[in-house]
């Protein structure tokens, strides 16, 4: 094949084109090191309903008033535990307030929360309901449900009403099940 022949006035006007060249040393090319990005898992769905017992333990709970202490202990639970829970002993990691939530937007901010820490292994947690003070007949709503929805997780040792610092009989310690532990 022959050789095209390139006229000056083409090779100048290649040249301002192009601009400046610098000469390479070496042809070899060596690849750039990237790191690649991290996996991240798939998001699974999460039922959250599916932790809550089917029973009839909403027809039998007394309903509590403002002022009343919450508490439960799960089955084959010492009382110890309620009290070192009482007295702030195991620490909470985490905390949630459902104050001006609906009973439906309470529900599931309650049991999104629970299985968040049950996830990333916290023991205990402080969840502000409120006292329930503009409730009507002086039976707070969110107050007797938490009561009623904590009975019924299946990942919820025990709770009982924090102490008067922490929110008193407006908020409750929750000691729930470690993630080792739920083969419950």
């Not at 040249?15 to 991290?38: A, F, Y």
């Not at 027809?59 to 009382?79: A, M, N, P, R, T």
């Amino acid at each position: 094949m022959a050789k095209k022949i390139i006229s000056a006035e083409d090779s100048n006007l290649f040249r301002q084109t192009v601009g400046k060249v610098n000469k390479i040393d070496s042809d070899k090319v060596l690849p750039i090191e990237q790191n690649k990005p991290k996996p991240y898992p798939r998001q699974r769905t999460y039922n959250p309903a599916k932790d809550l017992t089917e029973t009839s333990l909403d027809l039998s709970l007394e309903k509590v008033s403002i002022e009343d202490d919450l508490s439960y202990l799960s089955s084959g639970l010492q009382h110890k535990v309620l009290k070192k829970l009482r007295e702030g002993f195991f620490g909470t990691a985490a905390e949630l307030d459902l104050h001006g939530l609906s009973s439906n937007e309470a529900k599931n901010q309650l049991l999104n929360f629970l299985q968040f820490c049950i996830e990333d292994g916290y023991r205990c947690a402080h969840i502000i309901h409120g006292k329930g003070y503009r409730s009507t007949e002086n039976h707070p709503v969110l107050k007797n449900n938490i009561n009623l929805w904590l009975r019924q997780h299946t990942k919820v040792l025990a709770f009982c009403s924090a102490p008067a610092k922490h929110g008193g009989t407006g908020a409750v310690f929750v000691l729930l099940q470690q993630a080792g532990n739920l083969n419950r």
